[in-house]
Structure formats: structure tokens, C-alpha cells
T-cell receptor, first 112, second 113 residues
Framework: GQQLNQSPQSMFIQEGEDVSMNCTSSSIFNTWLWYKQDPGEGPVLLIALYKAGELTSNGRLTAQFGITRKDSFLNISASIPSDVGIYFCAGPASGGSYIPTFGRGTSLIVHP | DAGVTQSPTHLIKTRGQQVTLRCSPISGHKSVSWYQQVLGQGPQFIFQYYEKEERGRGNFPDRFSARQFPNYSSELNVNALLLGDSALYLC????????????FGDGTRLSIL
């Protein structure tokens, strides 16, 4: 079955730094989704991408749908303490499957 | 507007027992999906229901079953519980089926003793 690989697995950064994380798939994706999960809560949708090459921003967050349709990137600019959490990429592979697949997440810790 | 609501928030069961988890989708959403999330991993897809019919099933044993009611709420049932079933069970809803972005509830934390 399809697999999503997220990297890095964890990040420890200083407040104010920029963050980059990525996600790669063994299959072509039609949609890429980025979620953030805080402890004790469910994942919250941050950005949805629907077209290869698409670049979408949500405040300090920017995500891109890779041209190959097998990868996606999430950048966070000027990190703040409330950015702490686990970031997941997700999406359904093409070919008629809409079973959503999630990566294992990137854990972000921001030091004040 | 209320988001996806799940009940109970926490549950403790013993091996061999059965459990029923409940989910109410966002108003107007007709699709509900269930996920299992174990510590340190991303959510794993269990079921998706749309208009009361099963639209997708993940790689879970037959001990796991679900249904969707006319008001679009849903229940997840797990029989013959095993220690490995301990996890956070998440429900997500979307307006329709397919690959529309899903909105998650805060989950039910199930612990098996």
C-alpha cells in the first residue's frame, strides 16, 4: 500500500526561526493535506493543496504541492511557542483510491 | 457552530470486552470516517461512511465494525478487545465522500487493561 514518509521526525528550534518539513509518497497523490495536532486534541486542518505546483499560504504557514505529485512541503516562518505540536501530511493516492493516508508526523518544539 | 463531537472522551476496558464509540459530525456533513492513532504514529484509517453506506475500509480485522445513522452520526464497535487496541480513536467528518478535507474531533482515548 501507499506510504508517506515525513521528515524530519522531530525539530527543536528557537523562537523566531523558520521551519521546513516535507513529505514524500510512494504513490502519486491528487490532494495533499497538512494538519497540526496538539496534545489531547484531534488534528486540525492547516492547508489543503489540490494541484501540482500549487503554493498556498495560511498566515505564517506556506505549503507546496510538488510537481511530481509525490511530495509536499510545509514551511513556517518566524516560529512562535504556540507552533509547538505534531504536523502531519495526509492525502489519498490517485487511481480511484480515496482512502486517506497519514504520515507519522513531524514533532516541533519551539524554545522561547 | 459545533465541531465534530465524540463520546466518551476516555474509556477503560478489559481484554475480551466490547466497546462502542460515538461520533456526531459537523452539521451538514454527510461523511464520517474513523481512525485509530497509537502513540507516536499518524492516524490509521479504519472506515469511511457516506450517506449511511460504507465507502472505504482500512486494514483492520472484522472485530471492528461501524455504522452511520440517518442523522449522519456514527458508531464504531470493537469486539473481543485486545491490549493492542489501546489507542486514540478519532472521528472525522466532511461534506461529502471522496477526498474532501476532513475535520477531526478530539477523539476517544481507549485503554485496555
Amino acid at each position: 500500500g501507499q506510504q508517506l514518509n515525513q521528515s524530519p521526525q522531530s525539530m527543536f528550534i528557537q523562537e523566531g526561526e523558520d521551519v521546513s518539513m516535507n513529505c514524500t509518497s510512494s504513490s502519486i497523490f491528487n490532494t495533499w493535506l497538512w494538519y497540526k495536532q496538539d496534545p489531547g486534541e484531534g488534528p486540525v486542518l492547516l492547508i489543503a493543496l489540490y494541484k501540482a505546483g500549487e503554493l498556498t499560504s495560511n498566515g505564517r504557514l506556506t505549503a507546496q504541492f510538488g510537481i511530481t505529485r509525490k511530495d509536499s512541503f510545509l514551511n513556517i516562518s518566524a516560529s512562535i511557542p504556540s507552533d509547538v505540536g505534531i504536523y502531519f501530511c495526509a492525502g489519498p493516492a490517485s487511481g480511484g483510491s480515496y482512502i486517506p493516508t497519514f504520515g507519522r508526523g513531524t514533532s516541533l518544539i519551539v524554545h522561547p | 457552530d459545533a465541531g465534530v463531537t465524540q463520546s466518551p472522551t476516555h474509556l477503560i476496558k478489559t481484554r475480551g470486552q466490547q466497546v462502542t464509540l460515538r461520533c456526531s459530525p459537523i452539521s451538514g456533513h454527510k461523511s464520517v470516517s474513523w481512525y485509530q492513532q497509537v502513540l507516536g504514529q499518524g492516524p490509521q484509517f479504519i472506515f469511511q461512511y457516506y450517506e449511511k453506506e460504507e465507502r472505504g475500509r482500512g486494514n483492520f480485522p472484522d472485530r471492528f465494525s461501524a455504522r452511520q445513522f440517518p442523522n449522519y452520526s456514527s458508531e464504531l464497535n470493537v469486539n473481543a478487545l485486545l491490549l493492542g487496541d489501546s489507542a486514540l480513536y478519532l472521528c472525522a467528518s466532511s461534506p461529502g465522500g471522496g477526498d474532501q478535507p476532513q475535520h477531526f474531533g478530539d477523539g476517544t482515548r481507549l485503554s485496555i487493561l
